[in-house]
């Protein structure tokens, strides 16, 4: 008899583009999961209501998401909508009674982003979804009973949350009914901008600092091709941030042999920058090319693409509803 595949669970915000950052850092692995792992992936969009969003465009975010996460390679019958399952909130509310207030508030990315908001508006307002997240993160987690979770380790704490939830609640209702979600650590790679490389590729700096995974191939090696190398001078013997990253992208681009060979003129003091920033393009433009053709013809019929969509979270949908069934009978709740 065929073991049965073991279960990955991972997300994303409908906020901002899908830059290279983002697709290095998270979807590129995703893709690559899903030859190995039964994979269950949403798109969070209750999670992007904690910091500030604009009502009119979280839905148009969302497909628009949606369709890129397609392009780039996820399967759609892998894909929900988070609040298309509104069991998600529901065992968010169960959990919280399970959660301290001592834990959430100590959360670095809470501290983080309530100082971003501070930062970005005097009289910034700070919602208690934006402390409680990490709950609700635990419930995307845990309702499907996931048995791995890709993960940096900047989301560490989080995923030691959903672990100490999932035990607290073993612990009260008398049964090991949730796995223990392990991580599954993803090697991140570093990309910063190419515009000021001592700091992270993000869109919400700016068009120049982040190179978009769909965009037209002459705009991508201009953005290469105008990306900081030196800085000043630099500390013998130690790499600038600027080139460190051109050889960064070179890697997770996955051209080995390009960066072996460059590296190893670096190394020798006969480093052309053109060479390398060329090599990175390329890297780049492959990478690009087919995701945004396959995105061109799932623009074609966005219909059919909200359909499909919709479908795979009414699916996944009846998995999130026979936990929640399970977990109300373990609490002594009423169910329907």
Request: aromatic content about 4%.
């Given at each position: 008899m065929e073991n049965k595949r073991k279960q990955v669970l991972s997300a994303i915000q409908p906020t901002g583009v899908l830059h290279f950052g983002r697709y290095f850092g998270a979807i590129s692995n995703w893709v690559r999961l899903q030859q190995e792992y039964d994979c269950i992936y949403g798109v969070v969009d209750y999670h992007a209501m904690t910091m500030p969003f604009n009502p009119k465009k979280l839905r148009e975010q969302s497909w628009d998401l949606i369709i890129n996460l397609i392009a780039a390679g996820i399967k759609p019958e892998n894909l929900f909508v988070q609040s298309l399952i509104p069991e998600h909130a529901e065992l968010c509310w169960i959990f919280n009674c399970f959660t301290s207030y001592g834990q959430l508030s100590r959360m670095t990315q809470f501290k983080d982003k309530s100082k971003q908001n501070q930062e970005n508006a005097e009289d910034a307002f700070i919602s208690a979804g934006l402390l409680d997240y990490p709950v609700l993160q635990a419930a995307d987690i845990l309702i499907y009973r996931a048995d791995y979770v890709p993960v940096g380790k900047d989301q560490e704490q989080h995923l030691e949350l959903s672990r100490n939830i999932a035990q607290r609640f073993n612990a009260q209702v008398g049964k090991e009914y949730f796995v223990l979600p392990e991580p599954l650590w993803a090697e991140i790679p570093k990309v910063m901008s190419t515009a000021e490389p001592t700091?992270?590729?993000?869109?919400?700096?700016?068009?120049?600092?982040?190179?978009?995974?769909?965009?037209?191939?002459?705009?991508?090696?201009?953005?290469?091709?105008?990306?900081?190398?030196?800085?000043?001078?630099?500390?013998?013997?130690?790499?600038?941030?600027?080139?460190?990253?051109?050889?960064?992208?070179?890697?997770?681009?996955?051209?080995?042999?390009?960066?072996?060979?460059?590296?190893?003129?670096?190394?020798?003091?006969?480093?052309?920058?053109?060479?390398?920033?060329?090599?990175?393009?390329?890297?780049?433009?492959?990478?690009?090319?087919?995701?945004?053709?396959?995105?061109?013809?799932?623009?074609?019929?966005?219909?059919?693409?909200?359909?499909?969509?919709?479908?795979?979270?009414?699916?996944?949908?009846?998995?999130?509803?026979?936990?929640?069934r399970e977990v109300k009978e373990l609490c002594g709740l009423m169910n329907v």
């Open positions: 700091r992270k590729m993000s869109a919400s700096l700016g068009e120049k600092h982040n190179i978009d995974l769909f965009a037209d191939e002459a705009r991508i090696r201009k953005q290469i091709a105008s990306a900081v190398t030196d800085t000043g001078p630099a500390q013998e013997g130690v790499m600038s941030a600027g080139v460190e990253n051109l050889f960064a992208l070179l890697r997770a681009a996955g051209r080995m042999e390009a960066h072996e060979a460059l590296m190893e003129n670096y190394r020798s003091g006969t480093l052309k920058y053109v060479d390398l920033k060329e090599a990175v393009a390329e890297g780049l433009v492959a990478i690009s090319n087919p995701a945004r053709a396959r995105r061109a013809e799932l623009l074609s019929d966005k219909k059919a693409v909200k359909e499909q969509v919709k479908a795979s979270s009414a699916r996944i949908r009846e998995q999130a509803r026979q936990t929640v």
